[in-house]
């Protein structure tokens, strides 16, 4: 009677992880389309990522690099001081998209071009995304507003 006790619960416990390790690699199978990693243009020209792969930019738009093509497509380069990453968008650009303000792109790289689905950009005079904040941080181009300050280009 006490072998079978003991028995049971091995199966039970055994019968658990087999249920947990298959519950969390359904939970990583579906997540995997919806993990976006961050990267700078610098890490983006230092090593850039497969044509296959999602992944998030951000940095300032660069001056004097926006351009409005035929309908709705829009060129413009995303720099963070280091290096610099021609993007283009086919859609309507956010109210607050302006160059030489931080934004944030999600997308593919293609020959050398980042391909975006979707642009966002800061949502006040002050903020800045924290990844955006970071790279140019790395890059020694960040620098940090007064209070009071009037951003440039606005």
């Known amino acids: 009677m006490r072998g079978l006790k003991k028995q049971r619960r091995i199966q039970i416990i055994v019968v658990a992880i087999v ?8 939970i990583g199978y579906a997540m995997k389309d919806g993990i976006n990693f961050f990267r700078a243009p610098s890490q983006i020209v230092e090593a850039p990522p497969p044509p ?12 004097g ?8 497509v829009i060129r413009f380069n ?3 001081g280091g290096a610099t990453v021609p ?8 109210d607050l998209f302006a160059e030489n303000q931080g934004m944030i792109g999600t997308g593919q790289l293609v020959d050398g071009v980042f391909v975006a689905r979707e642009i966002l950009a800061k949502h006040d005079e002050s903020y800045m ?7 140019l941080k790395e890059q020694g181009v960040y620098r940090h507003m007064e209070e009071g300050e009037v951003p440039s280009g606005s």
């Open 19 to 26: 249920a947990l390790a298959g519950s969390t690699a359904l």
């Open 52 to 63: 296959t792969e999602t992944f998030r930019i951000g940095g300032l738009v660069e001056a």
């Open 65 to 72: 690099s926006l351009q409005r093509g035929q309908g709705e």
């Open 78 to 80: 995303v720099t963070d």
């Open 87 to 94: 993007v283009t968008y086919t859609g309507v650009l956010p």
């Open 129 to 135: 995304p924290k990844e955006v904040v970071d790279a």
